[in-house]
């Protein structure tokens, strides 16, 4: 799509700065510095198409908006330019546009509560075993390449192992789990792909839910089907699709970032490589740091409002700003530094609509699993590139490598690796 206005803009969003460009790519903390420093802790700002949208950056800001969902509802019908975009614009699929607007993300009221209840209850499992599984498949995927004494950890391993982990707690084949990696790949990635990706997605889960009808396995999707709220067969699907998705790329940017800060940054190298912190903790730095998860659209409000210096008005667009919040210098200690022991981190977002706590143990397991076997496996690991010369993905929403190339002594991995789901 080009850089033509889809539609008006109004006088508060004229000379606007337009999120996603190169520049907020490689640094975008510095583009939300500027925007904290030029309009406080609510900004204006346009996306692609020059579309208009308020961007909360303060942390306590941010609280106020997920906790107010009368204010702020999830559901992208109220949006007021909703009707006048194109099917095509390329934001539509992380907004809840056409049947994604059914899965619980989009849901309000007590209609999510009752669905986010039973996907909560779903994604509670026996934690020990998750961990063995996700030990497991880390192992397998260093053994694909640790002979080689070099790899790309992005595609081979940090973005492979959560779907890996996440497709087993669902209950899926182990070539239904290779499938699922593949088609989440294509339909993530936005190319041509994506569409069909999509759709061998909901193939995949539609037979899930067909077997659980007839036979509820003693997982996440047996669990989800014979739930007391009665999910139809549509929500079931849509909600497992969430589920696959909503951990992967986040999941896997964040051991991405905290492999790049361990391997290019000495305070992580000490926190990681050398042991200064439980891993957990460590990781959880990295979240204050460099979150995977940078902005999160979003909300729409259903009065006028005024917020910080914005004067919002109904129907109009709020973007969540989480990494920002994350570096809001109001709940930072006086010198900048990461908050020690601090878990306030927006990350996650906050509030109903934030990431279930069941699902942040998870997305903690498999981190930790991808960081702890890889220092046990190579542990002489180094970057195979200058810094400067790592790149990001384009895009606004997330924050996430293209590539992490590093070199090790080729090892050959101790003992023959278990069969996935064996
Ligand atoms: C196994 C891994 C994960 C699973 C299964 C998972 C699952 C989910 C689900 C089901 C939701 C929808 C909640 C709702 O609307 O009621 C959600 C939302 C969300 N998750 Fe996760 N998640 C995972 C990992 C992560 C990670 C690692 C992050 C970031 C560090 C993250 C950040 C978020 C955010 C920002 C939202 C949306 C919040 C909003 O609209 O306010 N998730 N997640």
Not at 11 to 22: I, K
Not at 98 to 123: K, Q, W
Request: glycine share 10%; charged share 20%.
């Amino acid at each position: 799509m080009n850089d033509t206005p889809l539609v008006e803009v109004a006088e508060s969003h004229l000379d606007a700065p337009r999120l996603g460009d190169p520049r907020y790519a490689a640094e975008p903390a510095s583009v939300f510095a500027e925007l904290r420093s030029r309009y406080g802790p609510v900004a204006p700002v346009l996306l692609v198409g020059d579309v208009p949208a308020w961007l909360v950056l303060g942390h306590r800001e941010l609280q106020h908006v997920t906790a107010d969902t009368e204010t702020f509802s999830r559901n992208s019908s109220r949006w007021r330019l909703g009707p006048q975009l194109p099917p095509e614009w390329p934001l539509w699929p992380m907004l809840g546009g056409g049947r994604g607007g059914r899965a619980l993300l989009f849901l309000e009221g007590e209609e999510h509560r009752a669905r986010s209840v039973a996907v909560s209850h779903a994604l509670t499992g026996d934690l020990l075993e998750f961990r063995a599984r996700c030990e497991q498949f880390a192992e397998e995927l260093v053994a694909s390449f640790a002979a080689d004494g070099e790899a790309e950890l992005m595609s081979a391993y940090a973005m492979r192992l959560p779907l890996l982990a996440v497709g087993w707690a669902l209950g899926l084949s182990p070539k239904q789990g290779e499938d699922l990696v593949d088609s989440v790949t294509a339909m993530t990635a936005g190319g041509p792909d994506a569409f069909a990706g999509q759709q061998r997605l909901r193939d995949v889960f539609a037979e899930l839910v067909e077997r659980n009808r007839k036979s509820p396995g003693r997982d996440v999707t047996g669990r989800l089907s014979t739930h007391p709220a009665g999910l139809t067969d549509l929500e079931l699907v849509e909600d497992l699709a969430v589920v696959a998705t909503a951990g992967h790329q986040t999941t896997g940017n964040w051991i991405g970032n905290a492999l790049r800060l361990m391997l290019t940054d000495p305070r992580y190298t000490d926190s990681f490589a050398r042991g200064r912190l439980p891993v957990g903790q460590a990781l959880r730095e990295v979240l204050w740091e460099d979150s995977p998860t940078q902005v999160v659209a979003g909300r729409w409000a259903t009065r006028p409002v005024e917020l910080g210096t914005a004067r919002i008005q109904t129907g109009d667009m709020v973007l969540l700003g989480l990494a920002a919040a994350n570096h809001d210098p109001t709940i930072r200690p006086a010198d900048g530094s990461t908050p020690r022991g601090s878990q306030a981190y927006l990350s996650y977002s906050h509030g109903r609509h934030g990431c279930p706590g069941p699902a942040r143990d998870m997305a903690e397991v498999i981190a930790v699993a991808a960081i702890e076997v890889l220092l046990d496996s190579l542990p002489d690991m180094a970057l195979a590139c200058a810094p400067e010369a790592l790149s990001w993905h384009p895009g606004v929403w997330l924050r996430g490598l293209q590539a992490l190339p590093v070199t090790f002594t080729p090892a050959l991995h101790a003992g023959q690796a278990p069969a996935p789901w064996g």
